[in-house]
């Protein structure tokens, strides 16, 4: 997969190529579109997302064993139950997710005291390690993907787009 160009202009067309239409000379996409920042968010979710993937996975594991590695590293042991929805994973698919990661000793699943119909997830030593790598990985991919951008803007981006999701979560309940 060739690289595509990071933080280029906006909607523009390749050099030599021609609008379609009445669309302004150099456009890609339709400007109206350009103008919902839902529209703009999920191209670049897209493109975020195929280099945080590709980076991860030269490890061998998916983005989502690195979200289970990382919710462990944050919050600590979870019952199973309670890390699916703070990823918003569907449980029955986290089952799967953590048999791969528990084969490779970066997890351990043990039966809740408390409870024991559920389990506790908890990182090994392994998988902190495996983690701690990882994320310097990921962090690597969105420096790349997003270096167009200074490190204020970059702040910025990241504020503003968490002040969208936390208003989503709040709605959530």
């Keep these: 997969m060739s690289e595509p160009e990071r933080c280029g202009p906006a909607g523009t067309l390749p050099e ?8 302004p000379e150099g456009a890609l996409r339709p400007p109206s579109l350009l103008a919902l920042p839902s529209y703009l968010a999920s191209h670049v979710a897209r493109i975020g997302h195929e280099s945080l993937v590709e980076a991860v996975g030269r490890s061998g594991l998916r983005l989502p064993h690195f979200a289970t590695l990382t919710a462990l590293a944050d919050f600590g042991p979870l019952p199973q139950h309670v890390m699916a929805d703070r ?27 408390a409870d024991r119909r559920r389990q506790v997830v908890e990182l090994t030593d392994e998988g902190a390690a495996e983690q701690r790598r990882l994320s310097a990985v990921a962090e690597a991919s969105q420096d790349a993907f997003m270096a167009c951008l200074d490190a204020d803007e970059r702040t910025t981006l990241t504020r503003l787009l968490r002040r969208v999701l936390d208003a989503d979560d709040r709605t959530d309940g």
């Design 16 to 23: 030599g190529a021609r609008p379609q239409g009445d669309l």
């Design 87 to 113: 990823l918003g994973f569907q449980r029955s698919h986290l089952g799967g997710y953590l048999d791969t990661v528990e084969e490779r000793g970066l997890v351990r699943r043990t039966r809740d005291p």
